[in-house]
């Protein structure tokens, strides 16, 4: 059973336009939230998070969404560059000793000139 | 800062020999992590350590799969012996310590198992 699902393998933006990432997760016990990019043949970066406390977290260009009544984030980039183009993970986590990460499969955002 | 360092990178084994992976976290973080990263897939939670100790090892599959972190610094991860499903991109993160909000990865060591 999948507690993180990122329901869209792949997504096409134009540069210069908002690119939307969706994610869902199915644990309420969940109460941090991550985004991870990833480059070919390198181990995800860290981009963002946010609290379960939160409803919202902006860094630069990034702004990550939570919706805790449907269980929903987002991560929202404005305006899209050719750089962004990479596969971007949601990741989620509970408090408590245990803190390993449980991941969704993954989106690929591709930036078209 | 120097990130987390990983080797080898590639790694090609046939079924049932044995593998290690080797890991060194940046310097100063107590908990480390391997994940099981299969293509398509997110990464998945094999161990993680607290300096030199387990705080998680259910999804390890311990009739093969083991770790160890001897002195809380490197950690070595080994398959004994490997199967055709273990082809995949194992990860090493650290984060500062316990409940630590970002954990940080390396680059990986791709297997493959022939």
């Known amino acids: 059973d999948q507690q993180v699902k990122q329901n869209s393998p792949s997504l096409s933006v134009q540069e210069g336009r908002i690119s939307i990432l969706n994610c869902d997760y199915t644990n309420s016990m969940f109460d941090y939230f991550l985004w991870y990019k990833k480059y070919p043949a390198e181990g995800p970066t860290f981009l963002i998070s946010?609290?379960?406390i939160k409803d919202k977290n902006e860094d630069g260009r990034f702004t990550v969404f939570l919706n805790k009544s449907a269980k929903h984030l987002s991560l929202h980039i404005v305006p899209s560059q050719p750089g962004d183009s990479a596969v971007y993970f949601c990741a989620a986590k509970w408090g408590g000793g245990a803190d390993g990460l449980t991941f969704g499969k993954g989106t690929h955002l591709i930036i078209q000139p | 800062e120097a990130g987390v360092a990983q080797s080898p990178r590639y790694k090609i084994i046939e079924k049932r020999q044995s593998v290690a992976f080797w890991c060194n976290p940046i310097?100063?973080?107590?908990?480390l992590y391997w994940y099981q990263q299969i293509l398509g897939q997110g990464p998945k939670l094999l161990i993680q350590?607290?300096?030199?100790?387990?705080?998680?090892d259910s999804q390890l599959p311990k009739d093969r799969f083991s770790a160890e972190r001897l002195k809380g610094v490197d950690s070595t991860l080994k398959i004994q012996p490997a199967k055709l499903e273990d082809s995949a991109v194992y990860l090493c993160?650290?984060?500062?310590?316990?409940?630590?909000?970002?954990?940080?990865f390396g680059p990986g060591t791709r297997l493959l198992v022939l």
């Open positions: 946010i609290s379960s």
């Open positions: 310097s100063g973080h107590a908990t």
């Open positions: 993160a650290s984060s500062l310590d316990l409940g630590g909000k970002t954990q940080y």
């Open positions: 350590f607290q300096n030199n100790g387990v705080v998680d």
